[in-house]
């Protein structure tokens, strides 16, 4: 079956511009995360999803972020006004529930350059 | 908050050898899990084993096992017979009660043939 699917792979945006960037869960997988990687760093929790509820939002930087999922399987995370400093990979996750208990599938990642 | 730290940003093993790689965290909670994940250059994260805290015997997934020292909070994945595959970023996580995910910064792990 698919996997965890990211659109797009890559997007380069000019700072102060406006971004969404997408995820494709594995079908039937409630739960969904959202994380950022910046260069030579491992990933950084951003949001938890469980269903359609933002069960933990309290990875997000600050008020530019914004993540929804509003009907319990695509997801989408918005980022506006954007910075250089938010120039990184933005993976995503999805698992059948709570990830203590079933295996966290990732995603690619998008690549995000803010010029 | 809890921390992850791996001290070792590279390491090389001649293939078919074991190869050991460290990790500690920093928790006062007494519940948790533990993970490795591996990252290859197409930046999709597997994971590799995990270890749940209450388990006193150590977590092993074919060529791949783990020292779990929960006293003293380390969490070593040990590779036997290391093959060219094995070759990428290796991630040790940590995972609480509250669904948080904690990564450390990672060790590139290069398979010499």
Redesign the interface.
Known sequence: GAGVSQTPSNKVTEKGKYVELRCDPISGHT?L?W?RQSL??????LI?FQGTGA??D??LPNDRFFAVRPEGSVSTLKIQRTERGDSA?Y?C?SSLG???SY??Y????T?LTVT | AQT?TQSQPEMSVQEAETVTLSCTYDTSESDY?LFWYKQPP??????VIRQEAYKQQNATENRFSVNFQKAAKSFSLKISDSQLGDAAMY?C?F?N??????????TSLTVIP
């Open positions: 739960a995360y994380y030579g760093q491992g990933p950084e929790f938890y069960a933990d309290s990875g990979v993976l996750a709570p990830v203590f295996e966290q990732f995603g690619p990642g690549r | 992850v899990y197409s930046r999709q994260m597997i994971l991630f996580a995972l009660t509250g669904n948080q995910f904690y990564f450390g910064t990672g």
